[in-house]
């Protein structure tokens, strides 16, 4: 590390003993970033540019004067997931005690986290004790801004968004930079903006989401943001496998083997081909990712490996998964004890998952930017050189895995735009915002505005908003719905009606875009409070306190009744009971049980990608 990059003389000699040089990501991101400027950071995966953000804020924290109690909280990070929040937590501990062992520091920073699995106790002496480091995700911030915690969000100088790319094109990302424009409103100066991604384009959209705006009339002005273009195309290893000799015949009848079990025929498909060769490649690595597109089929071929293996060689591992199960197949994957995982999207971003050894893609990756995201999670070290392999599944999928492949080895990503005026999104911070008192109409619309997604919100329709949330309904088919807000049009002001902030606070994150039920123990195992279940999903699913398994879709439970059994996690559960809400379930291990399913869970294909196989 050389001397002109602004460091603290122990922080560089902690640096040099563990690294033998900075990458070209830390080259060029430490130089805006210690200047204080807002940064939107492009690098590889494993680059060690989530390193680049942290030792800056780590430096400054460890080497000033430490503020007063209540203004200790001065470096906040927000991950899009909760096990990457774990992650960051846990990593941050190395060079804490490493720069703090050099000796000289003025104060050893504390971290704390704040999701929704954090219990009440440790967020009562979050607010008494605010750590130096927040850690915390999109929902939970605004469930803090939202809340007393608000206060302790008020020193904040510098918030880091890593894996900014998954956050751009959904409204997720518009309901979390809101949220940012409100952090600033409270905070005491200037916040510094930092965003961290492998895979995003085009980079300026990106950064006007990062950074926000001023407005001024019908003008909107981005505020600067620094754009360090580390990119460069990693070597790769990807090789496109067809397990058979004619994909044509896919789909055709086949005779059956004549026996008394069997009747008919049946259609010849190509998982009897790929399922020994997955297994091969499990044996051969220490560690295996396999990515699938859909639920559906991660609990299917991580059920057809077992039974062919005869043991448990793997385990699904998706978003519809407990978040306590899901932390299990994690560990034991990183200590060696589960040979391999099978994942949708859930494992798709930056999760430090060790020594990965070898990444399969079970069908073509949804697009090109995924496939570079699953293959980095295989040797993901900064000299590592991840290898993975991909099986089509007949040959239209031949055709897409080899434009993924391709798009992969060149380093091509698609476009990705932010959503622009999500009206529902801006009614629910609205709520939230005016929670803490009395606010003037024309500056609840100046923040709104200084926020990307609404830059070019009309005042109609934000007065339309308005409207809605007073009780002012365009027909008397809405009369029940009760009003959230009130609006005093002579004097200007908005505020939130009682019960409004308990609404805000228990329907916390963006609407869902599916009807999905808990599926919970009958057991009634404690584990957690509501308001902790409703950040973690951004919504509210009431009842008591059960120990979480995972979620079905409303079809599945439809179909489904009392006494059956269906497997979830590979794991085998009993249904006991069918609520308005939830499935009460019990164990029943070794039982053989029905595949779940979950409808429009497919990732659609991007535009560019359909181009790129149209070509081929």
């Known amino acids: 590390m050389p001397k002109s990059a602004g460091f603290h003389a122990p922080v560089q000699r902690w640096f040099e003993a563990s690294f033998p040089a900075p990458t070209r990501a830390q080259a060029l991101g430490w130089p805006p970033i210690l200047a204080g400027e807002s940064t939107l950071l492009l690098a590889p995966t494993g680059s060690g540019k989530t390193l680049s953000a942290f030792l800056t804020a780590i430096d400054r924290l460890m080497f000033t004067p430490v503020p007063a109690k209540k203004d200790r909280c001065r470096v906040l990070y927000v991950s899009p997931l909760k096990a990457l929040a774990v992650d960051i937590e846990r990593n941050l501990g190395a060079p804490l005690a ?32 605010p750590p130096d480091i927040l850690i915390t995700t999109p929902e939970s911030l605004y469930l803090m801004l939202t809340s007393q915690a608000r206060e302790i969000l008020r020193s904040v100088e510098t918030v880091i968004v890593d894996e900014i790319h998954s956050l751009v094109p959904t409204k997720r990302g518009a309901h979390l930079f809101l949220s940012l424009e409100r952090l600033q409103e409270l905070a005491r100066a200037p916040v510094q903006r930092i965003g961290l991604s492998a895979t995003q384009r085009p980079l300026d959209e990106v950064a006007r989401l990062l950074g926000g705006g001023e407005a001024s009339g019908k003008k909107w002005k981005p505020r ?34 004549s026996d008394p079990a069997s009747a008919g025929t049946q259609r010849r498909s190509i998982w009897p081909s790929i399922h020994p060769r997955l297994l091969d490649l499990i044996r051969q690595h220490r560690s295996t990712m396999i990515f699938v597109n859909s639920r559906r089929l991660a609990e299917r071929l991580a059920s ?37 995982i099978v994942a ?178 009958a057991s009634g195992e404690a584990r957690g409070s509501a308001p902790g279940r409703a950040e973690a999903e951004g919504r509210s699913i009431g009842g008591g306190k059960q120990r979480r398994v995972g979620e079905l879709d409303e ?58 196989v149209g070509r081929i």
């Open 224 to 257: 600067p943001v620094t754009i360090v273009d580390a990119g460069s195309k990693k070597q790769l290893e990807v090789r496109v496998e067809v397990p058979v000799d004619d994909l044509s015949t896919l789909g055709e009848l086949e005779e059956l083997p």
């Open 304 to 340: 057809a490996l077992n039974e062919l293996a005869g043991t448990e060689v793997a385990l699904a591992h998706h978003g519809s998964v407990a978040r306590d199960k899901r932390q299990e197949m994690e560990d034991r994957l990183k200590r060696g004890n589960l040979p391999a």
């Open 344 to 521: 949708t999207s859930s494992l798709e971003l930056g999760i430090d998952r060790g020594a990965v050894e070898r990444l399969v893609q079970g069908e073509a990756p949804p697009a090109m930017a995924a496939g570079l995201r699953r293959i980095g999670r295989a040797c993901h070290q900064v000299s590592g050189v991840p290898k993975g392999v991909v099986f089509p599944k007949h040959r239209g999928d031949l055709l897409c895995s080899a434009a993924a492949a391709w798009g992969m080895a060149a380093g091509e990503v698609e476009e990705t735009f932010y959503p622009r005026n999500p009206l529902d999104v801006l009614a629910q911070q609205i709520v939230a915002h005016t929670a803490d008192g009395v606010h003037k109409v024309d500056d609840v619309y100046a923040m709104v505005r200084r926020s990307a997604p609404f830059a070019d919100l009309p005042r109609a329709s934000f007065e339309g908003v308005l409207d809605m949330l007073s009780g002012r309904y365009p027909s008397d088919e809405f009369a029940e719905l009760r009003p959230r807000v009130t609006w005093d049009r002579i004097a200007g002001t908005l505020r939130a009606r009682e019960g409004a902030a308990r609404v805000a606070v228990a329907n916390a994150g963006t609407i869902p875009d599916r009807g999905l039920y808990g599926v919970f123990l």
């Open 98 to 129: 490493g720069i703090a062992a050099q000796g000289g520091v003025l104060h050893e920073p504390s971290v704390a986290i704040r999701t929704g699995d954090t219990p009440a106790s440790e967020r009562a002496h979050m607010l008494r004790a």
């Open 555 to 612: 079809e599945m439970v439809f179909e489904s009744r009392e006494g059956e059994v269906f497997v979830l996690g590979a794991s085998s559960w009993r249904i006991e009971e069918i609520t308005q809400d939830k499935v009460m379930v019990s164990p029943a291990p070794g039982e053989p049980g029905k595949m779940p399913f979950w409808h429009g869970d497919r990732p659609g294909r991007p535009l560019e990608f359909g181009m790129h």
